[in-house]
C-alpha cells in the first residue's frame, strides 16, 4: 500500500554553515566593530550576544538571510525575549524540529475533515500517511502544504 511521512527536520550542517558565515558577516561590518558581537550555537538553540536590542534585530535580520541562501526554512526558528542589561544584550532563539502532538492532531483533522480515503498515524514527531491510490496521497500532500501550519513540513519516504 503507498505511504509517505509527514516530518518536519532542518539540516544541521547548513544550520552551521549558516551562523558560521553569519559570524563573519558580523565580524567584519563596520556598525558592530567593537561590540563583541557574535552567534553560538548549541544543541537546538541559537544565542544572539551584542550591546544593543537594534543590534539584535540587525542580527537576527543577518541570520535570517543567511540561512534562507543554504537552504533552511525560517519558519523552524522561534525567537525569545531579548534579555537586555547595562551593556550587554543577549536572544535566544530556538530551532525546533519535529510535528508537535497538537499539530499533528490538526492535520489527523484535517485529512479526516476531507473525506480522503487515506489513513494518518501519528508516530512520535511524524505523521505517517497511508492510502490505496497516490492520487489520493497526493492530495493529502497538497492539502498539507495549504495548511497554513506553523511548521516547515518535508514529505519523505513516499512507497508504492
Do not use: W
Request: aromatic share 6%; charged share 30%; hydrophobic share 40%.
Amino acid at each position: 500500500m503507498p505511504s509517505f511521512d509527514v516530518v518536519s527536520e532542518i539540516n544541521h550542517h547548513e544550520l552551521t554553515n549558516a551562523i558560521d558565515q553569519a559570524n563573519r558577516e558580523v565580524a567584519t561590518r563596520f556598525d558592530f566593530k567593537g561590540t563583541g558581537s557574535n552567534f553560538d550555537l548549541a544543541d537546538s538553540q541559537i544565542k544572539m550576544n551584542t550591546q544593543s536590542e537594534f543590534q539584535l534585530q540587525q542580527m537576527y535580520d543577518i541570520l535570517c538571510n543567511k540561512l534562507v541562501k543554504r537552504g533552511v526554512d525560517v519558519a523552524a526558528l522561534e525567537l525569545h525575549d531579548p534579555d537586555v542589561q547595562m551593556k550587554t544584550a543577549t536572544q535566544l532563539i530556538t530551532v525546533r524540529e519535529g510535528i508537535e502532538t497538537v499539530d499533528a492532531k490538526k492535520m489527523v483533522k484535517l485529512i479526516k475533515d476531507r473525506k480522503i480515503k487515506v489513513q494518518a498515524a501519528i508516530q512520535g514527531d511524524q505523521l505517517r500517511v497511508t492510502g490505496k491510490k497516490r492520487d489520493d496521497l497526493q492530495a493529502v500532500i497538497a492539502l498539507l502544504k495549504d495548511g497554513g501550519f506553523t511548521v516547515p513540513l518535508q514529505f519523505k519516504n513516499f512507497r508504492d
